[in-house]
């Protein structure tokens, strides 16, 4: 038992120190194990690409992005779920101005928070459905940034608003197939899938000058793409009691994974 804890343990600390996403993972179908009230965990998310436009851009995207923060989870009853999520983010921008040139914005780590609510039904034994209706905001300044001309200076910073409304469905599994290696037990597995809508608004105020030349810096962008799908699994163990682990990948709008450790109450 103590060798899986640490194992899984080590896994979650790596995966705080990969580089990397302001994201909005659902996670599950409920991080509250049945018969628990409350839950802590620690997540992690990582974005690969998504769209972002302007009308000072003709192409654009959030090309890297990672986000680690805490969540609390609460639930009332058992349909329903409550949580709210604090952390730290930070991410890159790349962009093709109007004029041309290939802009980029490199922001630092900044202050992240969120909250939101899930409703659950298992409508047959094992199987559920969820909506995930969350809102999430964070500001960061910049760091550096790149243009075809040398940037002599540049400062600023920008904040961000998400709203995320998603619906999956999924399914409580024993998976009698596989066997852990280090201790041979079966895990419970919890795939899921959805579909989500997501609108995001990033308000930049930031200026740039390459020389005596001001750099025509976009002032905000929106994401390109608005409807995307979800897939993960939740995986618990017998031998530990409480906690529950989590990976989730996100399609479409924009390519990114997630994952987190959670323990309940």
């Not at 620690?42 to 998504?50: A, H, L, S, V």
């Not at 730290?88 to 290939?102: H, R």
């Not at 066997?179 to 419970?188: D, L, R, T, V």
């Not at 976009?218 to 793409?225: I, L, T």
Request: charged share 20%.
């Amino acid at each position: 038992k103590t060798n899986v804890f640490i194992y899984l343990i080590i896994i979650g600390l790596a995966c705080c120190f990969c580089p990397g996403s302001y994201a909005a993972p659902v996670g599950g179908s409920n991080p509250i194990i049945d018969g628990n009230l409350v839950a802590f965990a620690f997540e992690y998310d990582y974005i690969f690409d998504r769209d972002i436009k302007s009308s000072d851009i003709s192409t654009g995207e959030i090309s890297e992005q990672n986000t680690f923060y805490c969540k609390l989870s609460f639930k009332p009853v058992d349909f329903l779920s409550v949580y709210t999520k604090t952390g730290i983010a930070n991410f890159k921008l790349e962009s093709q101005l109007n004029n041309g040139n290939v802009y980029e914005e490199n922001y630092e780590s900044g202050f992240y928070v969120g909250g939101g609510a899930s409703l659950t039904y298992e409508f047959v034994p094992r199987v559920r459905a969820t909506i995930d209706n969350q809102i999430n905001w964070w500001r960061s300044d910049i760091d550096s940034g790149s243009y075809p001309s040398s940037i002599s200076e540049i400062s600023g910073h920008s904040s961000a608003m998400e709203y995320q409304l998603a619906g999956i469905l999924s399914y409580k599994i024993d998976y009698k197939s596989l066997i852990h290696p280090a201790h041979g037990e079966w895990p419970h597995l919890t795939p899921y899938a959805g579909v989500k809508y997501t609108h995001l608004k990033i308000d930049v105020d930031t200026t740039a000058k390459s020389g005596s030349t001001s750099i025509p810096v976009p002032d905000g962008y929106k994401n390109e793409n608005k409807v995307g799908i979800i897939c993960g699994a939740d995986l618990t163990f017998e031998s530990l009691t409480g906690f529950s682990f989590n990976v989730e990948g996100r399609f479409l709008d924009e390519t990114a994974i997630s994952g987190y450790l959670n323990y309940n109450f």
